[in-house]
């Protein structure tokens, strides 16, 4: 039908598109055109051309990874991306299950194999998040790299208990040994050193719980509950602090973990690199 639905065709659809032309004409019974009668051409205007970020050999190399993880670990489902840092451009992006673009005459209907995970579909980054919580606690000054704290691997927040995965501890434990040992423990005491007021402060400014703003359709905004929401309770602060109770997609992961590798500043990501106009101008992003 000539329309985007999806993806990067859906996003700059109405520049894609360009526009159709017109002829107008006296024909005869036959279809035939009469050459006397009135005629009139307005030719069509082809769209623009977009130009991806997407590098080819990043991209074979994202399949095959993604391809050969899922078949090791049993996994139905899984995403990849890659970014770089600077720029927010997305140099590489696989989901599985997915399509062949080639052979949608043979899809009867719109499955799980048409979503795009990477922005689409949430769920619990777990500990990938104690890098947010860390860097919230080292900017806010909160902790040092040598800070120590002493908290047991079991532990009881405002009467809930949380363990640490190994359920050891480690005592003197530095900051950066809670990144080492990925410890909960650990997590919790920067994100109750912090507070949450602090703390999702910091969720908000990584980008969480809000669309990115990359142009793909479909994007969600992922789910966060912050102190004075409803169904929010204090043992939530620590559950989140390791990347539990909070839903994330893998675009806001990636682009999060970008900032911390920018020096701090956020970026937008994206999958076009360039417009190119049908008379020869180009937007670069």
């Known amino acids: 039908d000539v329309v985007g639905l999806a993806g990067i065709e859906a996003w700059y659809d109405d ?5 159709p032309g017109l002829v107008q004409k006296y024909v005869d019974a036959l279809g035939r055109r009469i050459p006397i009668g009135k005629y009139s051409m307005q030719p069509a205007e082809h769209g623009a051309t ?30 990849i991306v890659v970014t770089n840092p600077q720029s927010g451009e997305i140099l590489g992006l696989a989901n599985r ?32 998040f104690k890098l947010i919580t860390m860097a919230a606690g080292l900017d806010t000054g909160a902790v040092q790299p040598d800070s120590v704290h002493n908290l047991p691997g079991t532990v009881e ?40 007021k602090s703390f999702y402060e910091y969720v908000d400014r990584f980008g969480f719980g809000a669309l990115t703003g990359i142009d793909l359709r479909g994007e969600v905004e992922g789910i966060v509950r912050r102190r004075g929401d409803p169904g929010w309770f204090l043992p939530d602060l620590a559950s989140n602090s390791f990347g539990q109770g909070i839903s994330v997609t893998p675009v806001q992961m990636a682009a999060a973990i970008g900032a911390i590798a920018n020096n701090g500043v956020l970026m937008r990501p994206r999958v076009a690199r360039a417009i190119t106009y049908p008379d020869g101008r180009q937007h670069l992003f």
């Open 15 to 19: 520049l894609l598109r360009g526009q």
């Open 97 to 128: 299950p997915t399509f062949n673009p080639g052979l949608m005459h043979q899809y009867g209907a719109v499955g799980p194999e048409f979503q795009n995970r990477a922005c689409g579909l949430i769920y619990d980054p777990g500990s990938t």
């Open 50 to 79: 977009v130009t991806l970020a997407i590098d080819r050999t990043i991209q074979h190399i994202v399949e095959q990874e993604l391809d050969a993880a899922l078949d090791k670990f049993a996994g139905e489902s899984g995403s």
């Open 157 to 196: 927040y405002h009467g809930q208990e949380f363990k640490n995965w190994d359920e050891r501890t480690y005592p003197n434990q530095t900051m950066t040994s809670v990144l080492q040992h990925s410890s909960n423990t650990g997590a919790i005491h920067i994100a109750d050193t912090i507070g949450s």
